[in-house]
């Protein structure tokens, strides 16, 4: 099945028309150089890329037409989205970073709820559009700290600014499918996707995980740890944005079907405590060792776990790389930067492998 998904989004992607926006950010850049491998002409819309990023390093801007723009400038966005007239939008921008979000919380809510809304309203007013897919997180739902695997029909409810404003994108995004997108003069296909944390090579986010790792390692320090007992599921981004590709893909072909909410995380296989992941860098890296250091304001869950029946049931997606496979990955991502090839072909060798594509 998931060998035939990834069949389907190469032959499905090749030549449409998409609208990314957020391609300057982690996610955003390794989505931005996936459409380009599969020959999408996708036209991508965000904030300049920071000094040091991974779009930066391997020259986007020369893989899809980057367009600069905040999604709180809806005059901009509009008229980004009427030039390309796409017929896919896959909507990622946001202020990602849960204790940046804590620290400026109004920023926080004016790009993750008014971008959204902005994005939306671009959408309202272009006809070209067929399916719009939403990103969102995991931390959108009401966490009792119980261990439980939260399911799409749970309670949302997210306490802090990154949570509740991710929260609010759901909404928002319901209620738009239902007063202007889903009528009978329209059909778009409307979705969102509840994202796990997701990691891969290229992160240069130093208050995340893997990039704090692999800076101590460089440094010949101990990894310090904020929660070493924090469960998270840990995906890889190769899963997470096939994930994404479906869902377009789908609510596309299918707009009434798949006009939903849905799980994109790891199986059961993939549901990890932060230590864990420590542990594991040591079999690829020697003497990797943590101490346990201060904590954000931000009071963060203990844990944490989606349950993805509904998308193994009704997406022909399931995630394929196990969290050993998915920890190489990023190892060999940061040797091969280290010996000097460039990022845009370690990139690229990286979603080939992965979509099996030739050249």
């Known amino acids: 099945?998931?060998?035939?998904?990834?069949?389907?989004?190469?032959?499905?992607?090749?030549?449409?028309?998409?609208?990314?926006?957020?391609?300057?950010?982690?996610?955003?850049?390794?989505?931005?150089?996936?459409?380009?491998?599969?020959?999408?002409?996708?036209?991508?819309?965000?904030?300049?890329?920071?000094?040091?990023?991974?779009?930066?390093?391997?020259h986007g801007e020369e893989m899809v037409h980057s367009v600069i723009g905040d999604v709180r400038d809806y005059d901009k966005l509009h008229a980004a989205m009427q030039e390309a007239q796409p017929e896919i939008v896959?909507?990622?921008?946001?202020?990602?970073?849960?204790?940046?979000?804590?620290?400026?919380?109004?920023?926080?809510?004016?790009s993750n709820v008014m971008g959204t809304v902005n994005l939306l309203e671009a959408v309202r007013a272009c006809p070209s559009v067929k399916s719009v897919m939403v990103v969102t997180t995991d931390k959108v739902y009401e966490n009792k700290g119980d261990g439980a695997l939260y399911v799409e029909t749970d309670p949302l409810g997210g306490v802090d600014p990154y949570s509740s404003s991710k929260t609010c994108m759901e909404y928002i995004t319901d209620t738009y499918k239902r007063s202007y997108l889903q009528t009978p003069e329209r059909m778009v296909?409307?979705?969102?996707?509840?994202?796990?944390?997701?990691?891969?090579?290229?992160?240069?986010v130093q208050s995340r995980l893997i990039p704090s790792i692999l800076r101590s390692i460089a440094?010949?320090?101990?990894?310090?740890?904020?929660?070493?007992?924090?469960?998270?599921?840990?995906?890889?981004?190769?899963?997470?944005l096939n994930g994404y590709l479906s869902l377009g893909r789908?609510?596309?072909?299918?707009?009434?079907?798949y006009s939903s909410q849905w799980n994109i995380g790891p199986t059961k296989d993939g549901i990890k405590d932060v230590l864990w992941v420590v542990e594991k860098m040591q079999a690829y890296y020697a003497d990797t060792h943590y101490v346990v250091g201060g904590a954000?304001?931000?009071?963060?869950?203990?844990?944490?776990?989606?349950?993805?029946?509904?998308?193994?049931?009704?997406?022909?997606?399931?995630?394929?790389?196990?969290?050993?496979?998915?920890?190489?990955?990023?190892?060999?991502?940061?040797?091969?930067?280290?010996?000097g090839m460039p990022v845009r072909e370690i990139?690229?060798?990286?979603?080939?492998?992965?979509?099996?594509?030739?050249?």
Not at 193 to 200: D, F, P
Not at 223 to 238: A, D, G, I, K, Y
Request: glycine share 8%.
């Open 347 to 359: 990139v690229q060798k990286q979603i080939r492998e992965f979509f099996e594509i030739d050249g």
């Open 90 to 110: 896959l909507h990622l921008a946001a202020q990602a970073i849960v204790n940046d979000c804590f620290q400026n919380p109004r920023y926080a809510y004016e």
């Open 296 to 339: 954000f304001d931000v009071k963060e869950s203990g844990t944490l776990g989606l349950d993805i029946t509904k998308s193994l049931q009704h997406l022909d997606w399931e995630p394929l790389l196990t969290c050993d496979k998915m920890l190489y990955n990023i190892v060999e991502y940061y040797k091969l930067e280290r010996s």
């Open 1 to 58: 099945m998931a060998k035939d998904c990834n069949l389907k989004n190469k032959a499905f992607y090749k030549g449409k028309r998409v609208f990314v926006t957020g391609h300057t950010g982690y996610k955003g850049a390794w989505l931005a150089a996936m459409l380009s491998e599969l020959g999408a002409q996708a036209t991508c819309y965000a904030l300049e890329a920071p000094a040091g990023s991974m779009f930066e390093k391997m």
């Open 189 to 204: 296909g409307v979705c969102t996707a509840r994202a796990s944390n997701v990691l891969g090579g290229g992160d240069y």
């Open 219 to 240: 440094e010949g320090k101990p990894v310090e740890l904020r929660h070493p007992h924090q469960t998270r599921p840990w995906q890889s981004m190769m899963d997470a």
């Open 250 to 257: 789908l609510a596309y072909e299918e707009p009434e079907k």
